[in-house]
């Protein structure tokens, strides 16, 4: 059962992924798209912990602790991604950003001491292997020139270290998921409401919010379902499966844009399958 979770946690993810490349192409505005997104995101989290019964745990200084930290790694994990796009390919810094997940399976693993046959270990290495190959992009230089990329990229594989390894640490501690993600998202909302110095059109600032909304209630799921597998299952599973929610982009690209994939981004899709098949064995 826990891994139909972690798989739907991915899909889910993805989705939010999608919008906001929907949103890019139709030229919606980033900022916004933030916004809606941590709104949308934000109530989702907070109905959830309403529902659940876990809202009055808001008063626990800890909670706010983790939440901060979570939130922190967050925002500012992917601030610092964009950041890095403007310095280097996108080829080099997508999957090497999203490999925090081998700082979460090592956590897991080594100290929550999660068992790992070598069958799992086979196929977290062909998610990996996924999740660098998606990122291929024709003729893209992979050249760096710029010292400050390699610093960027390094403190987002950190920051989005938190965000998912976090998760796996209020869980062992008995935190319940909702309510955290509700103060990280909240933190990160109160973030993106600071008036900016530059505006956008009003086309693209409409856009980009609706489109940033649609794509927060697709990231609360897909955080609240792989919260749920690092509590049912492994975290040293469930975390390479969530990190490939990119290839959810990828296939709508294919679907709704025509876009061709290169050699190796068909690869990250036979890849994903195998990784898939050989876990569940």
Known sequence: MWLITAISSAFLFGLAGWWMKVSQMRGGSTRTLLLGLYASGTLGFGVHAAL???????????????????????????????????FGPASLTSPLTNMNIILVIALATWWYREPLSAYEAVGITFLL?????????????????????FLLVGVAIVMFALRNGGLKV?????MPSAPILFI?????????????K????????????????????????????????????????????????????AA?????????LTGLQWTAFACTLAGLIIIRL
């Open 170 to 174: 209020t869980e062992e501690l008995g």
């Open 184 to 196: 990280a998202y909240a933190l990160s909302l109160g973030w993106f409401l600071i008036p900016s």
């Open 52 to 86: 659940e019964g876990t809202i009055g745990v808001l008063g626990n200084p800890k909670v706010w602790i983790a939440g901060i930290i979570i939130g922190a790694g967050s925002a500012w994990g992917n601030a610092l991604f964009m950041k890095a796009l403007h």
């Open 252 to 260: 709508g690209a294919i679907v709704f844009y025509k876009e061709k």
């Open 198 to 249: 530059t505006k956008a059109e009003k086309a693209a600032q409409r856009t980009g919010l609706r489109l940033g909304i649609i794509a927060g209630l697709f990231s609360y799921g897909g955080l609240q379902l792989y919260a749920v597998a690092l509590a049912t299952g492994q975290a040293n599973l469930a975390a390479p499966i969530f990190a490939t929610n990119s290839l959810v982009v």
């Open 129 to 149: 292997l996924a999740v660098v190959f998606i990122a291929h992009k024709r003729k893209e230089p992979l050249t760096i020139t710029e010292k400050r990329w």
